[in-house]
Structures are given as C-alpha cells and as structure tokens.
C-alpha cells in the first residue's frame, strides 16, 4: 500500500514529518510513536517500522511521524510535554483520513509515556510497549476507562515486570503483559510484538468510550 510522506501541524506551530497508510473500509487506525529522540529514536525504529508496515495488511490505517526536533521536524525536545501536541496532530491526520473509525494509540518506550499522556477524546485505548514507567509519574491514561495494554520486556533494564506491576496495579481498563525472554530493546521479538499488537487491536474494536 502507498506511503503518503507529508508534513503536519501541531497545535503550537511546530511542523512534523508523518508518514500516513490509508486502507479501503479501515477497522480501526493507529498512531504509533518512537522511542526517545536523544537516543536515537526516530519514526524508522524497526519496532514503529514493523507496525508501520503490518497494520494496513490487517486492515488498520497507520501514521507514525518524527516528534519536535527530530529528523525534517521542527522544534526542539521537550521531555515528552509539548510532544503530546504531536501525538495530538497525528491523530488529527488519521481523523481527516478516516473519520469515525476507532484511533489506537501504540507507542514504543519513551513513545509510549508520551502516547499514555494523551487522553483525547478521540482514542480508543493504548498500547504502550516496553513503558518505562516511573513510580513518582503517574500518566494521564491511568484513570482513564478505555483499555491499555502494557507490554513489558521479561527483562527490560529500566522497567521489568517486577517494577511495572505494583505501578499499575491500580489504573483503570489495564492489562500488563510479559514479553517472555526479551529486554528493553526486544530484538528478535519484533515480529512476534506485532502479530501480539494487532490481535490486541482487534479482540477491542468496539464504539470509543466519549
């Protein structure tokens, strides 16, 4: 299917690099965002890719982009606060190319704190990949009543299974699962993330919670 690369606009003026997949009669469509910018993450990582490139064939519309200061994106980073506005202009691309479908919102390590941050009315649930998830900082997404999936690494070096659950023992519509001989970086396991990501997506299609 046809990538469309086009430049978007958050709600501060900062202009971002998108890549978009549109499919006939979508499901559902989907965000997906990059792990952290100061270490290398950019909208090409091979977990983003992966997704970028196999949700369309399970019929899911698709958008990943670079956030502020990253690659063609202007602006600067900004610890994951202003780089909500930039989940929040890729959701609007997704609701200009196919409106009233349900929008997922699956990001990937620092990705996914940011993703988890974004409470807007449009989203269907999330999926955060490999969050590394800090006890002081709790997400916006934690009292939310639409689904999360927290997919943590068996042996992830900033957030494993064993810090992750008392986190969210307590959030909302939240289900933590492990990826079984895996760590931070994932590796072989990225194939197999996103086959696990899109049943996910398709066990919760279903009317957004608004």
């Known amino acids: 299917m046809p990538i469309e690369t086009v430049m978007i606009d958050a709600l501060d003026g900062v202009r971002l690099r998108a890549d978009l997949i549109r499919v006939d009669a979508p499901l559902g469509a989907v965000v997906l965002t990059h792990p952290h910018p100061?270490?290398?993450?950019?909208?090409f990582n091979p977990i983003v890719d992966t997704l970028f490139r196999t949700l369309?064939?399970?019929?899911?519309?698709?958008?990943?982009?670079?956030?502020?200061?990253?690659?063609e994106s202007g602006g600067g980073h900004d610890?994951?606060?202003?780089?909500?506005?930039?989940?929040?202009?890729?959701?609007?691309?997704?609701?200009?190319?196919?409106?009233?479908?349900p929008v997922w919102l699956v990001g990937y390590s620092f990705g996914s704190i940011v993703a988890l941050n974004v409470v807007d009315p449009r989203a269907h649930g999330w999926v955060a990949i490999a969050?590394?998830?800090?006890?002081?900082?709790?997400?916006?997404?934690?009292?939310?009543p639409r689904p999360k999936l927290l997919m943590v690494p068996e042996?992830?070096?900033?957030?494993?299974?064993?810090?992750?659950?008392?986190?969210?023992?307590?959030?909302?519509?939240?289900?933590?699962?492990?990826?079984a001989a895996a760590d931070h970086f994932l590796g072989?396991?990225?194939?197999?993330?996103a086959e696990d990501v899109i049943r996910q997506l398709l066990s919760g299609l279903g009317p957004p919670l608004r």
Do not use: K, M, Y
């Open 38 to 43: 100061l270490f290398g993450g950019n909208r």
């Open 131 to 144: 969050p590394p998830l800090q006890p002081a900082e709790r997400v916006l997404a934690a009292d939310d």
């Open 155 to 179: 042996h992830d070096q900033f957030n494993p299974p064993e810090r992750a659950v008392p986190i969210v023992a307590d959030w909302a519509e939240t289900e933590l699962r492990v990826i």
């Open 188 to 193: 072989a396991s990225v194939e197999a993330i």
């Open 79 to 101: 610890d994951g606060d202003s780089e909500r506005l930039d989940v929040l202009a890729a959701i609007e691309l997704l609701d200009f190319a196919h409106p009233d479908v």
């Open 56 to 71: 369309p064939a399970a019929g899911f519309a698709a958008v990943r982009f670079d956030f502020r200061g990253v690659g």
